[in-house]
């Protein structure tokens, strides 16, 4: 019985470390957005400039990875949700590994978890977007003499 208790409460504890990393991701990743809110220009106009903001109070942010500028003037015009920030791979005793991601989509920010197959299926769209784009970029460009 004592051991049956003792492995409920091992599971328990382990549970709750996968709920906190997963809320806390998400929540500093919220803060980011409500940040990044300030510089949507008129129209709803994704910005630029995705350099994480300083925390006040010297709160250590966890690790993101963000959309660089020449990436976001290329996929500023693009119909679908665009991916902008993301933290690095939660890993998840219980649940299913993913990220904490940040996207933009007709004028607004959203932070949601994303596990990382969809996580992937989404960047390698952006991805194959980004090269389309390019391409159609340069066929447009004229060579010059």
């Given at each position: 019985?004592?051991l049956?208790?003792t492995?409920?409460?091992?599971?328990?504890?382990?549970?709750?470390?996968?709920?906190?990393?997963?809320?806390?991701?998400?929540?500093q990743l919220?803060l980011?957005a409500?940040?990044y809110?300030?510089r949507?220009?008129?129209?709803?106009?994704m910005?630029l400039?995705?350099d994480?903001?300083v925390l006040?109070?010297?709160?250590?942010m966890i690790p993101l990875e963000?959309?660089?500028?020449?990436a976001a003037?290329?996929l500023?015009?693009a119909?679908?949700?665009?991916l902008?920030?993301?933290t690095v791979?939660i890993l998840?005793?219980?649940?299913?590994e993913?990220?904490?991601?940040?996207t933009?989509h007709?004028?607004k920010f959203a932070?949601?978890?994303?596990?990382l197959p969809s996580?992937?299926?989404?960047?390698?769209a952006q991805?194959?977007l980004?090269?389309?784009?390019a391409?159609?970029?340069?066929?447009?460009?004229?060579?010059?003499?």
């Amino acid at each position: 019985m004592l051991l049956i208790a003792t492995g409920v409460l091992v599971a328990f504890i382990l549970g709750l470390g996968d709920f906190r990393r997963q809320r806390y991701a998400l929540a500093q990743l919220r803060l980011q957005a409500n940040n990044y809110e300030r510089r949507i220009g008129a129209g709803g106009v994704m910005p630029l400039n995705f350099d994480p903001d300083v925390l006040p109070g010297g709160q250590k942010m966890i690790p993101l990875e963000s959309l660089d500028r020449q990436a976001a003037a290329m996929l500023r015009a693009a119909n679908g949700p665009i991916l902008v920030a993301q933290t690095v791979p939660i890993l998840q005793v219980f649940g299913r590994e993913g990220r904490a991601v940040m996207t933009f989509h007709k004028g607004k920010f959203a932070v949601e978890w994303m596990t990382l197959p969809s996580f992937e299926a989404l960047l390698n769209a952006q991805k194959e977007l980004m090269a389309r784009l390019a391409a159609e970029k340069a066929a447009d460009t004229p060579a010059s003499p």
